[in-house]
């Protein structure tokens, strides 16, 4: 018989990770960073050159490895790679409230 557990929707969380939101965090903004490169087709010296980082950690990203990547660090490749950045901050369980802050990067 076969056992299954709904996830909670943050894998991370779900394994039970301390830092599992700022993973969760890492791994959406990553995945864009990745999806943005994937569709330039670029070199990995090529990428090196537009993120400005070494060759070495363009490998680590190209497979994935975002924790080895702050958030403001992927947030800046999403710049270079000229991707508009807009942040809504709100608190979390602010029923009826509608304080909002908008940042566009």
Do not use: Y
């Not at 070494?54 to 999403?78: A, C, N, T, Y």
């Not at 369980?93 to 990067?105: W, Y």
Request: hydrophobic fraction near 40%.
């Amino acid at each position: 018989m076969d056992v299954f557990e709904e996830s909670s929707g943050n894998v991370f969380a779900d394994l039970g990770l301390e830092d599992a939101d700022e993973l969760f965090t890492r791994g959406k903004i990553g995945i864009q960073v990745l999806r943005l490169l994937k569709q330039r087709n670029l070199k990995q010296r090529e990428i090196s050159e537009l993120l400005g980082i070494p060759q070495p950690e363009v490998s680590h990203l190209m497979k994935g490895e975002f924790q080895r990547f702050s958030e403001g660090k992927l947030l800046i490749f999403l710049k270079r790679l000229d991707t508009e950045i807009t942040l809504h901050l709100r608190p979390r369980n602010a029923l009826g409230q509608s304080a909002e802050t908008v940042i566009s990067l």
